[in-house]
Structure formats: structure tokens, C-alpha cells
Nanobody
Framework: QVLLVESGGGSVQAGGSLRLSCAAS????????MGWYRQAPGKQRELVAN???????NYADSVKGRFAISADNAKNTVYLQMNNLKPEDTAVYYC????????????WGQGTQVTVSS
């Protein structure tokens, strides 16, 4: 079982920036779709951004142009740079790894809280 550890969450004012990190316990970035999800109170968990093994990235419409996902294979770490944060970005952010080769696997981190005040 792969261990994913998120860090970098915190409290910022609207317009501020944060960078989240997701460190994996082993080399997985080249065999997994690495994603950041978030869940706000009373809402379903939603995909924020993901990055495929080939390096292409996808973003939720609500964060396009403000967030950027990247991966460092050497460090087994995925990042989410979040700029121009808005109060509606407030949520617990989770790292996810979906293995794309057999055996398939789906791993989650414990989550990190991001709070944006107006």
C-alpha cells in the first residue's frame, strides 16, 4: 500500500497563494494518475486537478488559470500551486494516486485543510 502524505495547507486571505505537496512513499508518478481532490463541508469530494504519467494535466473549470499541478519524479512528490485563492476554495484537499497498470490501485492521503478568508 502506497502512503501519500500531504502538506502545505493553511489559512490565507483571498488573493493569496499556497502550495500543497503530496509525498509518496515509493516511486509511483510514472505509473499513476496523480490527482488533487477537495471536499468542502456538506459537499461531495471533487476533482481539482490531475496529472497523467505522460505529464499532461487537467483542471476543474473553477480553478483553471489559478492552480497548477506539477510532479517531481525524483522526489516522488506532486505539487499543487494555488494562486489568487478565493473563499470558495476553502476545503480539505486530498492527494490521490490511481495506478494505471495492473494491478490497479487507488490510494488517498489523509488530507490537508485550506481555509481562505474574505
Amino acid at each position: 500500500q502506497v502512503l501519500l502524505v500531504e502538506s502545505g495547507g493553511g489559512s490565507v486571505q483571498a488573493g493569496g497563494s499556497l502550495r500543497l505537496s503530496c509525498a509518496a512513499s515509493e516511486r509511483i508518478i510514472d505509473t499513476n494518475i496523480m490527482g488533487w481532490y477537495r471536499q468542502a463541508p456538506g459537499k461531495q469530494r471533487e476533482l481539482v486537478a490531475n496529472i497523467l504519467p505522460g505529464g499532461s494535466a487537467n483542471y476543474a473549470d473553477s480553478v483553471k488559470g489559478r492552480f497548477a499541478i506539477s510532479a517531481d519524479n525524483a522526489k516522488n512528490t506532486v505539487y499543487l500551486q494555488m494562486n489568487n485563492l478565493k473563499p470558495e476554495d476553502t476545503a480539505v484537499y486530498y492527494c490521490n494516486a490511481k495506478r494505471v497498470i495492473i494491478p490497479r490501485n487507488d490510494n488517498w492521503g489523509q488530507g490537508t485543510q485550506v481555509t481562505v478568508s474574505s
